[in-house]
């Protein structure tokens, strides 16, 4: 269950809906990076299916828990001539339009070399190229990405430890807690399996909230251990959406 309170405006998908890890049937591959200027071609794969490139978008009010950190919930915007103002010339898409247009909603574009390294792999795939986050995989023999939610957390870190994106405000880290609370309040008397363990990670939610509140942004993504498994926990429990 992802956790994400107090969202503003409908980007066209969930950065987080990433497909939950299975049993790898050979060792994946990674591919190589991938910018709007350059597709690099990668292997190829029987049985997945070519999709479109991508970038993630950041907005201050959308925020989630991962491994006890509160962490940017991002969306994606698609290279896709056609969608939202995007146009296709020979074969390169221009985003101008349609970041414009989310722009106004509170959502900034994240470049995919903003790190270094682009966090866009892409692959070759039979009719095309499939392009993958941070922490996805193709596996051979699967139809669908792998997820290391581990490294997909590490990315987010990263990403904030940069500087290059505000910190949550307080009165949305307040914002979020008071609704982790309530959540949390309407779960304790439940008593199936599946309720106990949405409570588990609600708890964890409102750990990290208060943490953040109590010792500052900053001080908060650098303190104590990481729970790493937590992270593939909260994974494993969402609906694959490839």
Known sequence: MALKPNSQGKPAESANSL??????????AQGVGWSPAARPPG???????????????????????FGGKVLPSLAK???????NGATDVRGFVDITIAAAG???????????????ESYVRVMAVPGGNYYLGPGMRLVS??????ADGD???????????????????????????????????????????????ILRKVQQAVAAYR?????GYAKHLDSGTEQLASVTEQLNSEAPNA
């Open 211 to 215: 943490e953040a509140i109590a010792l």
């Open 151 to 197: 490294k997909y957390r590490d990315f987010l870190l990263a990403l904030m430890r940069s500087g290059k994106f505000p910190a949550p405000t307080i009165d949305v880290l307040e914002a979020n807690l008071s609704d982790m609370e309530a959540l949390a309040a309407g779960l304790a008397d439940k008593g199936t399996e599946s309720d106990r363990i």
């Open 77 to 83: 915007i698609q290279h896709q001539g056609g969608i």
């Open 43 to 65: 292997e190829a794969f029987s049985g997945v299916v070519p999709n479109r490139p991508f970038e993630f978008m950041f907005h201050p009010r959308r925020w989630d828990v």
């Open 102 to 116: 989310y722009a106004k909603q509170g959502w900034q574009v994240v470049p995919a070399n903003i790190l270094g």
């Open 19 to 28: 497909a939950a890890p299975v049993a790898a049937q050979s060792e994946p």
């Open 141 to 146: 023999g699967l139809r669908h990405p792998v």
